[in-house]
């Protein structure tokens, strides 16, 4: 896909720059689902922090 990319939008700088802007879109999906992996897994520590309680023998 980076060749294609590169074929088509010429030579020079312009190649380079549309294949990081496709890059950086491509990426921009799954950065966001990470940052919400990201926030759910901190609020299931904190959940799972105050659900235990000292002496219960977990």
């Known amino acids: 896909m ?3 990319l ?3 939008s010429g030579t020079g700088t312009a190649a380079l ?3 990081q ?3 950086i879109l491509i ?3 799954f950065s966001v689902v990470l940052l ?7 609020k299931t520590f904190r959940a ?3 659900s235990s309680k000292p002496g219960r023998g977990r």
Do not use: I
């Not at 919400?36 to 901190?42: H, I």
């Open 17 to 19: 720059t549309t294949l």
């Open 21 to 23: 802007t496709v890059a």
């Open 27 to 29: 990426a921009l999906p």
């Open 48 to 50: 799972d922090a105050a």
């Open 6 to 8: 590169l074929v088509a």
């Open 2 to 4: 980076a060749a294609a």
């Open 36 to 42: 919400a992996m990201c926030v759910a897994l901190v």
